[in-house]
């Protein structure tokens, strides 16, 4: 059963934590190292033909996290599936088989 509800009355959330983020010194460090492990562990995925982290939105990531603009993530290209890839094809270069 759906829920009826009067839109007027409903607080806008989403810029009440964005405000309570943004001001208080603690959770904005933890919204933003919960950002970047967010980053980090969709980039380090094996199925990179899914989980692209260069097609994300990260606007639109960083907002989920409360967090108005995207801090810099260094991302590692040669981290998790990557480095198995390219051990593969070296050694398939090198004559060897896996």
Same mark, same amino acid.
């Given at each position: 059963?759906?829920?009826? +509800? @009067?839109?007027?009355k409903l607080l806008n959330v989403r810029s009440a934590l964005e405000k309570y983020v943004a001001n208080d010194y603690s959770m904005n460090k933890?919204?933003?190292?919960? =950002?970047?492990? =967010? %980053?980090?562990? =969709? @980039?380090?995925?094996? /199925?990179?033909? %899914? +989980?692209?982290?260069?097609? /994300?939105? /990260? ?5 989920? +996290?409360?967090?108005?603009? $995207?801090?810099?993530?260094? /991302? @590692? %290209?040669?981290? *998790? &599936? *990557?480095?198995?890839?390219? &051990? ?5 270069? @090198? *004559?060897?088989? $896996?």
């Open positions: 059963k759906e829920l009826e +509800f @009067n839109e007027k933890l919204a933003k190292e919960a =950002y970047r492990a =967010y %980053i980090a562990a =969709y @980039n380090s995925h094996s /199925l990179k033909d %899914i +989980f692209n982290v260069h097609r /994300l939105d /990260l606007q639109a990531v960083a907002a989920s +996290f409360c967090i108005s603009s $995207p801090p810099r993530v260094s /991302l @590692n %290209i040669e981290s *998790g &599936a *990557g480095k198995v890839r390219k &051990a593969k094809n070296q050694q398939s270069r @090198n *004559g060897f088989s $896996p």
